[in-house]
């Protein structure tokens, strides 16, 4: 798996769409990267015509930020609870989506 082989390097890896969810369009962003021993896997959604609350700063409330210890568990988080495949995420350059340091 590529997207592990990156994870394993401390790349931060990441995905971002426009989904719709219960007839609502939902900007969706997701990362995963290894910081120390800990994995950690940033996920959110917006709704968006929300969007604007990102460049506000008032959109904490939908981030979350969840830290594991084994690349099993990051991947039984996507398996599990975002239900996509990890290999859709790709390495990121210049702006990363998260910050690991929190």
């Known amino acids: 798996m590529k997207s592990v082989a990156f994870i394993q390097k401390g790349k931060q890896i990441g995905f971002e769409e426009i989904r719709e969810k219960n007839n609502v369009k939902i900007y969706f962003s997701v990362a995963v ?13 917006l709704e968006k015509d929300k969007f604007f609350l990102i460049f506000e700063g008032l959109a904490e409330e939908t981030e979350k930020i969840i830290q594991v210890d084994t690349v099993e568990e990051v991947l039984n988080y996507f398996d599990n609870v ?16 998260f910050n690991p340091r929190f």
């Open 82 to 97: 975002l239900h996509m495949d990890i290999e859709k995420l790709h390495p990121l350059k210049g702006q990363k989506i």
């Open 33 to 45: 990267q290894k910081w120390g021993q800990k994995y950690k896997i940033y996920h959110m959604e």
